[in-house]
């Protein structure tokens, strides 16, 4: 595999986890519950009953890095669009 396919995977996010409460996988939102020097916790909260169901760890390497790669990427722009009349 090569360094740009490598680099799609490196952070992911969660958009549904599995959920005690609710007993389905459930659309989760992140929080940031913690900053530390060194790195930072998001919390995955059930957006069906608000409990926790995980949580994601960002070291300050892994934010400096996306940060980059982010600031390198040029942006999408919407295209216009025509109004018929």
């Known amino acids: 595999m090569g360094r740009m396919s490598q680099q799609?995977?490196?952070n992911f996010t969660a958009?549904?986890?599995y959920c005690e409460k609710c007993k389905?996988?459930?659309p989760v939102r992140e929080r940031l519950l913690l900053i530390l020097p060194d790195k930072?916790?998001?919390d995955y909260l059930c957006t069906g009953c608000a409990s926790s169901v995980g949580?994601?760890?960002?070291t300050a390497g892994e934010k400096?890095?996306?940060q980059r790669t982010?600031?390198?990427r040029?942006?999408?722009r919407a295209p216009a669009r025509r109004i018929q009349l």
């Open 40 to 42: 930072e916790i998001y």
């Open 64 to 66: 400096l890095m996306t």
């Open 8 to 10: 799609q995977f490196e």
């Open 24 to 26: 389905t996988a459930m």
């Open 15 to 17: 958009s549904s986890l």
């Open 70 to 72: 982010a600031a390198r």
């Open 74 to 76: 040029p942006r999408r």
């Open 55 to 58: 949580q994601r760890e960002v």
